[in-house]
């Protein structure tokens, strides 16, 4: 059949429709609606005996199917096309490689929010100054109605100020109620009506506008290097490799100032939510109004109508986690994803994708320059960069020359030894943070567990509270007084003793460390500091971002304990000293990237510490002092990690020199998942080049997870699509029990 990809030619329109069935329908474009369904359109369709939604993927002149069994479309929602051809193409492009059904890439390119045929603007009431009464003027007929009529006489003075304004602010300002608004509307002074609103997550926010700041040698080269590209795509995608502290946001500020005054677009992509209150408040501080953000944790409605400010052209800028990428920037000139390395740009959900990979694919597509910015780059981007892919533009000393903190390793086996027991703080770290509350200099602690305790054991039998749903051990949270799955988010009540049968013991211990245990101690060490806690349980709220940094940046708080959301990103010249309590949470995971993982984490975060005119000293605690991660970060050694790192790699076959590709089963029985594993290999490995390496099924790490036992297929292929295109037919040919179930990861990152 032929297809164009593009245009309104084309009498059958294919549609997938909001159901998960990997398939995509033909219906015949009614004369009506010829001119309206265009590629990228949603559309409602009659699907058996009901009419879903759906989107238009391709405009076709005819259909395998004869013409009287096609069903006409119903009808067009909106009035322009929601998806463009990129996106489309990308959607398309993402369905093949990751191995997912095509309308789960739709969806994936376009949010929720903005697919709901009933979300719309906000509309609110507003009200218009009309013409005065004949032989009147406004003045004098505010002045007769200030005695009979004071509210309508206060709100008519308002209203000739600015001829137009919301009912709501009209009532604000003036004292009028709605009775003395309507008043006014049947004597004809006033109009009312109700017009669009577009709801504004700034609407509170004030920033002081910026101006563009003089560049280093090595900030100017990198920009230079960045504007070639935005100009000739000669490099078309540049890998920005800055140590903590030299200057990458500012290189990107002047480098968006080249988009816009060429009259394109951009996309800023940041690895957290928690980083976008900051990084927005920069870029709207530099770029005003045209800067938009999408992420998360908006209102529906905020990110409905950001959204739309971006497709209108009325938001140039757009700034985001993940999801971001897909926003419909018009012109798009040039795309940023700032700490690339973050495995955070990974889908979990279908379709699995990596937005700093998808990042150059639209790049690509879209002709648009593309920059990486990372203090400690994915071995997989330096790869690229040294065999030719990436242009590589170093910056590698801080901005005015200022010092890199002086990093400390603390061997806490040497500290339990001398104290004759563990301490969550070390005597170095308690005498450094005392220091810091001295000199009215602020600290930052990092510990990437949250809760109080990581387990509840029973010292005599050694019980240990596991999640009944999962194989995991239960946290202990201390303000609630439960323990927690992180996994499932089961929670369950502290038994009073062990719930052992053949024991009972009442003397229950708290085993492992969590942000929460961390703070207590500290409030106790340091009892006239103010200690915040900054982790996924302090900031369910909205605002809950914002408002910590902000009060951490004007002075209010002295330490700021956190998770990894304050471990990158994060810029406040008074914090002189970094606390790693504890280095080895990551280091001894079953994961090939263990070693990379936490040399990126100690040195993203030792970044927080002497971005100011004071020296920074930053504290690793571990018990594996001479791990080689560790020694290289202590150095802040990116090279001498990534020689030794890549050679082990090279030497296993593992990335940046293969694909890593991850089948994952799940289901209620353990055998039958084990079963289907073993047929799915049984059947594929005849079908596989000898060049790839394919090990399991065996059971995942994580065994069970939510009351399913999960057993994995993993592969390590020089090409992506030689194995999935062979085990996608072994997937879709087989007959698969109810209760198992499976998931394709396609480079995947743990």
């Known amino acids: 059949m032929n297809e164009t990809r593009s245009g309104t030619n084309g009498s059958v329109a294919r549609v997938v429709v909001e159901i998960a069935l990997d398939r995509e329908f033909d219906y015949l474009i009614p004369d009506p609606l010829r001119a309206a369904v265009c590629l990228g359109s949603q559309v409602v369709v009659p699907f058996g005996p009901r009419m879903v939604t759906g989107y238009v993927v391709a405009l076709c002149p005819d259909s395998d199917l004869a013409p009287k069994k096609l069903k006409p479309i119903k009808r067009v929602v909106g009035d322009h096309p929601l998806i463009t051809p990129v996106m489309v193409k990308m959607a398309r492009w993402m369905a093949a490689y990751y191995g997912c059904p095509l309308e789960q890439a739709v969806r994936t390119v376009l949010p929720g929010v903005v697919r709901r045929p009933d979300r719309s603007f906000k509309q609110v009431p507003h009200v218009l100054l009309a013409l005065p009464p004949p032989g ?133 992509l940041v690895p957290e939510i928690s980083l976008t209150p900051q990084t927005v408040e920069r870029f709207r501080a530099r770029f005003g109004d045209i800067v938009a953000v999408l992420h998360s944790h908006l209102s529906g409605g905020e990110r409905h109508d950001e959204w739309h400010r971006v497709l209108t052209g009325d938001a140039r800028i757009a700034i985001g986690a993940r999801s971001a990428l897909f926003a419909p920037v018009r012109k798009l000139g040039l795309i940023v994803v700032d700490e690339e390395h973050e495995y955070t740009y990974k889908q979990e959900e279908p379709p699995r994708y990596h937005a700093r990979d998808m990042a150059v694919l639209r790049g ?176 369910t709220r909205k605002e809950a971002y914002a408002e910590l940094l902000g009060a951490f940046r004007h002075g209010d708080i002295d ?84 020689d030794q790192e890549i050679e082990y790699r090279r030497e296993l076959q593992y990335p940046p020199f293969t694909h890593y590709i991850c089948l994952q089963l799940r289901g209620a029985e353990a055998e039958a998942v084990e079963a289907m594993g073993t047929r799915v290999m049984e059947q594929l490995i005849p079908r596989l080049p000898e060049n790839i390496i394919a090990a399991g099924p065996v059971p995942a790490p994580l065994a069970r997870a939510k009351g399913e036992y999960r057993y994995q297929c993993v592969f390590r292929t020089p090409s992506a699509t030689a194995c999935t295109r062979p085990l996608r037919t072994v997937l879709d040919s087989l007959k698969w029990p109810k209760d198992v179930r499976y998931a394709l990861d396609v480079d995947a990152i743990s």
């Not at 004292?175 to 109700?194: C, Y």
């Not at 910056?395 to 040497?414: Q, Y």
Request: proline share 6%.
């Open 364 to 539: 690509r597509m879209e002709s648009c320059a593309v920059v990486l910015g990372s203090a400690t780059p994915a071995l997989e981007s330096i790869h690229n960069a040294r065999i030719g892919k990436y242009h590589l533009a170093r910056m590698p000393a801080r901005v005015d020359h200022r010092d890199m903190p002086l990093i400390n390793v603390i061997d806490m086996r040497v500290e339990m030894e001398r104290e004759g027991r563990l301490n969550v703080l070390s005597r170095e770290l308690t005498a450094a943070i005392r220091l810091r509350l001295e000199k009215g200099e602020q600290t930052i602690l990092f510990l990437n567990r949250r809760g109080f305790a990581t387990s509840l054991v029973c010292p005599k039998c050694g019980y240990v509270a596991e999640c009944s749903a999962c194989s995991i051990a239960m946290t202990y949270h201390k303000a609630p007084h439960q323990l927690h799955c992180h996994i499932c988010g089961a929670v369950q009540r502290v038994p009073v003793r062990c719930p052992d049968p053949d024991c009972r013991d009442p003397a229950f211990r708290y085993a492992g460390l969590g942000t929460q245990r961390v703070e207590e101690v500290v409030t106790k060490v340091f009892p006239q500091a103010r200690v915040k806690r900054m982790d996924a349980d302090t900031t």
């Open 559 to 642: 330490i700021l304990l956190g998770t990894q959301m304050i471990a990158k990103g994060l810029d406040f010249p008074n914090v002189t000293l970094v606390g790693v309590i504890n280095a080895d949470t990551a280091l001894h995971r079953p994961d090939f990237r263990a070693g990379e993982r936490t040399f990126q984490l100690i040195t993203q975060v030792a970044g927080r510490a002497g971005r100011g005119d004071v020296m920074g000293e930053v504290m690793v605690q571990t018990f594996t002092p001479f791990h080689p991660a560790i020694q290289a970060a202590r150095r802040l050694d990116y090279d001498q990690f990534h």
């Open 136 to 268: 009147q003027t406004w003045p004098q007929l505010i002045e007769a109605c200030r005695s009979r009529a004071p509210k309508q006489a206060a709100a008519l003075e308002a209203l000739q100020a600015e001829t137009v304004m919301t009912q709501p602010r009209l009532t604000a300002l003036s004292g009028a109620t709605t009775a003395t608004v309507r008043a006014m509307a049947t004597k004809g002074w006033v109009q009312l009506e109700k017009r669009a609103v577009a709801r504004n997550p700034f609407e509170r926010s004030q920033v002081v506008p910026t101006t563009p700041l003089p560049l280093m040698p090595q900030q100017a080269e990198s920009l230079a290097t960045i504007q070639q590209s935005i100009t000739t795509l000669d490099p078309a995608v540049v890998l920005l490799f800055g140590v903590t502290g030299s200057g990458k946001t500012e290189v990107y500020l002047q480098a968006l100032q080249t988009v816009i005054e060429r009259g394109q677009g951009a996309i800023v």
